[in-house]
């Protein structure tokens, strides 16, 4: 629960994925994508990193898929969905 941000926007996310090479980030990107009808992307950070973007338009599927398995103290890292 811990490796996952908001963007500036407050409304993007970002999987801190900086672990993994750029193929298996790549590969975790797809399968969200094509599991739970997302638009992830992977995007360069700090030039030596990957990690995977959720645009805002997709933070309610996100939110809905993942908010009853999140523990409070965590809430913050959830966008705010209207």
């Known amino acids: 629960m811990d490796d996952g941000s908001l963007q500036k926007d407050k409304k993007s996310l970002i999987l801190h994925t900086q672990s993994y090479t750029k193929?298996?980030?790549?590969?975790?990107?797809?399968?969200?994508?094509?599991?739970?009808?997302?638009?992830?992307?992977?995007i360069s950070h700090k030039h030596k990193y990957y990690v995977i973007i959720i645009p805002s338009k997709d933070a309610?599927?996100?939110y809905n898929i993942i908010s009853l398995y999140i523990h409070p103290s965590m809430n913050y890292k959830l966008p705010k969905i209207n």
């Open 23 to 42: 193929i298996e980030v790549e590969i975790l990107s797809k399968e969200l994508n094509i599991k739970f009808n997302l638009n992830s992307k992977v």
């Open 60 to 62: 309610n599927i996100l």
